[in-house]
């Protein structure tokens, strides 16, 4: 039984043997995600019936998402694009729950025709839905986003059930409780509630408030109606992951046993469940790895340039205090570097001096030919491009390890420059004659 440290061991040192990261690619270790799978599934089982999918946004690789959809896995999707990737990726129809502030009616009637779930994000998304749906009742299940307003987690950006918050319908502005009651009572089609705290840094506890307070809603809307109309809650993602060490941080199984101890009741299989976890998932199973291009000293600081920088990072790279990341120092053969560790800056390749992986980072002295590991990059990194610089999106590949044996499947091509041009606009060069 190898565990993850072992399996990243194993294949740095074939990555490097192979040269897979000269200059920069990304790595996925798929007994890994098979076995956060297994631990999502497992600690969830005691909710009875639940649809777990994975947030699209944090899984932007098409090959994984079907990987994915074989262990079981569903998606939530966010966009149009998101969409069509997962339908790539055969997770289609209703295997897929929309979410987003903004969806067009074309993506609503998308939704409607595939039988995709659709949480409406606000009360005008509701009134498009009722122009949609008609007089048939929808394939789709449909239901709606609360904003519990439990309030913030450790990071404004990705708190999203503050009281001003742009997601939901905020459950406790005055008036919206019966507002609620009413839009329900006026739609039988509407029978799913939709919570999602936050992302990252929100912790369990809160998370539980925030699923405390849609069950409140869904007993007091079934009250009302004098059935069962609210079947199913969706109880979003937002699992916090440890960036701090190689350890997972709060499990699935503490996730649930929270849960379970704040609403005893969602274990009494009235209601039906789906999970929207991303970053739990994957954020562990995967990383990044650049060759250190040039080492130079400045001001008397040791800064190594390499070529993972805020295209890959961009979190990282412009919100420090909040997105810090493990890096590791390795050799050219992939292995761990020893020696003392001095405090170096790890540079990115992008033209703006805040491109920096960490700041005076404590590592053994990095060298032109070394390889930079940066932890804990499997959920949103390789997918969240940020386009500075006309960099190019790196490689992924995604590995397995028999024994010493590390067999590496390329899952994305690196962007070309012949992509980078047309995505520029290069099909238009000579539209705009200046003489
Ligand atoms: C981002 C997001 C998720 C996934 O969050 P993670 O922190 O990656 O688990 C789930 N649901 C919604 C609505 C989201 O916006």
Same mark, same amino acid.
């Given at each position: 039984m190898t565990t993850r440290t072992d399996r990243k061991l194993l294949a740095l040192a074939a990555a490097a043997d192979r040269r897979l990261a000269d200059p920069l690619a990304g790595f996925v270790d798929l007994a890994g995600v098979r076995e956060a799978v297994e631990d999502l599934t497992k600690a969830f +089982?005691?909710?009875?019936r639940v649809q777990h999918t994975v947030a699209v946004k944090a899984c932007g690789l098409a090959p994984l998402l079907r990987f994915l959809g074989d262990l079981g896995v569903d998606a939530e999707v966010a966009s149009p694009g998101e969409t069509a990737l997962a339908e790539a990726a055969g997770v289609r129809g209703e295997r897929l729950v929309l979410d987003s502030p903004a969806k067009t009616t074309a993506e609503l009637a998308h939704a409607l025709a595939e039988g995709t779930a659709v949480n409406a994000d606000n009360f005008q998304e509701l009134a498009r839905l009722d122009r949609l749906v008609g007089a048939t009742p929808p394939r789709s299940v449909l239901g709606l986003r609360i904003n519990p307003q439990v309030g913030a987690g450790r990071i404004g950006d990705t708190s999203?059930? !503050? @009281? @001003?918050?742009?997601?939901?319908?905020?459950? $406790?502005? =005055?008036g919206n409780r019966a507002l609620l009651l009413e839009a329900f009572a006026r739609r039988p089609w509407l029978t799913r509630l939709h919570v999602h705290v936050g992302s990252?840094?929100?912790?369990p506890g809160l998370m539980a408030e925030g699923v405390a307070a849609v069950h409140e809603l869904a007993e007091e809307i079934n009250a009302e109606a004098g059935? $069962?109309?609210? !079947? /199913?809650?969706?109880?979003?993602?937002?699992?916090? %992951? =440890?960036?701090? /060490?190689e350890d997972q941080g709060p499990t699935y199984a503490d996730y649930v046993a929270t849960l379970l101890a704040r609403v005893?009741?969602?274990?009494?299989? $009235?209601y039906s469940f789906v999970t929207e976890f991303g970053r739990s998932l994957l954020a562990k199973n995967g990383f990044l790895v650049s060759t250190v291009e040039y080492t130079k000293t400045a001001g008397g600081r040791p800064i190594a340039v390499t070529? +993972?920088?805020?295209? %890959?990072?961009a979190r990282t790279v412009l919100q420090p205090e909040h997105w810090p990341l493990r890096l590791g120092a390795f050799d050219a053969a992939g292995r761990p570097k020893t020696g003392p560790a001095v405090p170096q800056d790890i540079a990115?390749?992008?033209?703006? +001096?805040?491109?920096?992986?960490? $700041?005076?980072r404590p590592l053994p002295l990095l060298e032109p030919g070394d390889l930079v590991v940066a932890h804990?990059?499997?959920?949103y990194y390789f997918g969240a491009h940020y386009a500075y610089n006309t960099m190019p999106r790196p490689a992924v590949h995604g590995f397995t390890v028999s024994g010493e044996d590390v067999e590496f499947t390329p899952i994305r091509r690196a962007q070309s420059v012949a992509e980078l041009v047309a995505d520029a606009g290069g099909e238009f060069v000579g539209v705009l004659p200046a003489a």
């Open positions: +089982a005691p909710l009875g999203t059930a !503050t @009281a @001003a918050s742009k997601f939901g319908i905020p459950l $406790r502005d =005055n990252q840094g929100c912790p059935y $069962r109309q609210v !079947t /199913s809650l969706d109880l979003g993602g937002g699992l916090p %992951v =440890n960036f701090a /060490s005893p009741a969602l274990a009494d299989g $009235r070529h +993972a920088g805020a295209q %890959v990072a990115g390749p992008l033209c703006f +001096a805040g491109d920096l992986l960490a $700041r005076e804990d990059t499997g959920a």
